[in-house]
Each structure stands twice: as structure tokens, then as C-alpha cells.
């Protein structure tokens, strides 16, 4: 049986693309919109946003064979880039090699808002396996944990090494 071809243009809608609840330490919320097997791309990538609750973080990671870029759109964050710490404002953008340690942090009382995108793709099955499907207009779970597999997880998508530490505090 043929499958239809992948379209050459695809607009994604403000509500469409899937969304997860993250656990802690990011609490918030991921919204993968589109990945490379989506479209007819000769670039492997994925991209989307994430949000991260005030006062928590994306634990310190790598990724093994991915590039990576972050533009953040709202909140007020730190970033810390091979052990060096920047401020992360809206309008930053921050280009993050393979094999290159870097965490997010909300410092503010808001949400911290990153657009992300990852070459070759593959970031979102990872928050599809741990996170929870997220609705529109549902309000927040209390936060919950990572899955006590989280470290399989990581070694079969797309990292290449990560904190695997419950209780940093943010910096």
C-alpha cells in the first residue's frame, strides 16, 4: 500500500502538535510542533517549547550526536553552559554544540518560555516518554516524579548524559 506523501508545507496551529506535563525537577510543560518526519525535509530536526515552573530547572544534560538551539521568549532564566552560568532574557539565543553540558534555570516568579530546536530530531519522544499528555486549558498537575526508567530512556533517544540527581537546588 503507498503511503501519501510528506507535504512540502505544513502550518502548525497554536493548539495543534503534542503537549506534555513535565516532571519535576522542570515541572511545566513541553509542546513538540514538528519533527523532520512530519514533512518532506532533507534535515533531520525537531522543535518546539517548553515551559518551565518558577524557581525549577532542566536538569544539567548532554546530547551524544545533537545540536542544539534554544531561543527563549519570556520569563527570566540562567543558563549554565560547560560550568559557565549566563543570564537567559527573552530574546537570547544560545547554539549548543554535541557533547556540550548546559542547564536551564527559572530564577523569576513566572515562567520561564524557550523555543528549542534539535538537529538530528528526536527530543520529542523523550518527552513523550516521560511526560503526561497535555490538553488545552487543563491546569496543572501537582508535580510528579521523573519515571524510575528515566536513565533507559535517556540512553535510547537523544542524550548523552544527564543529572540524574532529585534534589539540586536552582542556583
Known amino acids: 500500500m503507498d503511503q501519501a506523501p510528506l507535504p512540502a508545507i505544513k502550518l ?3 493548539d495543534e502538535g ?6 519535576v525537577p522542570a515541572n511545566g510543560f513541553v509542546r513538540c510542533i514538528l519533527n523532520s518526519g512530519e514533512v518532506d525535509s532533507r534535515t533531520a530536526f525537531s522543535i518546539g517549547t517548553q515551559t518551565v515552573a518558577p524557581h525549577a530547572h532542566v536538569r544539567e544534560h548532554t546530547h551524544h550526536a545533537h545540536d542544539e538551539i534554544i531561543h527563549f521568549l519570556s520569563g527570566q532564566g540562567l543558563a549554565r553552559l560547560d560550568g559557565q552560568q549566563r543570564e537567559a532574557l527573552p530574546g537570547t539565543t544560545i547554539f549548543v554544540a554535541a557533547n556540550r553540558r548546559h ?3 527559572n530564577v523569576g516568579d513566572v515562567p520561564l518560555t524557550f523555543i528549542w530546536v534539535l538537529m538530528p530530531g528526536g527530543l520529542e519522544t523523550f518527552f513523550a516518554a516521560i511526560g503526561r499528555p497535555k490538553r488545552p486549558g487543563e491546569p496543572p498537575p501537582d508535580p510528579f516524579p521523573r519515571p524510575a526508567n528515566v536513565e533507559e530512556i535517556e540512553r535510547r533517544t537523544v542524550f548523552g548524559w544527564a543529572d540524574q540527581s532529585h534534589t539540586k537546588d536552582v542556583p
Open 12 to 14: 502548525v496551529g497554536p
Open 18 to 23: 503534542q503537549s506534555f506535563w513535565q516532571p
Open 103 to 105: 542547564s536551564f534555570h
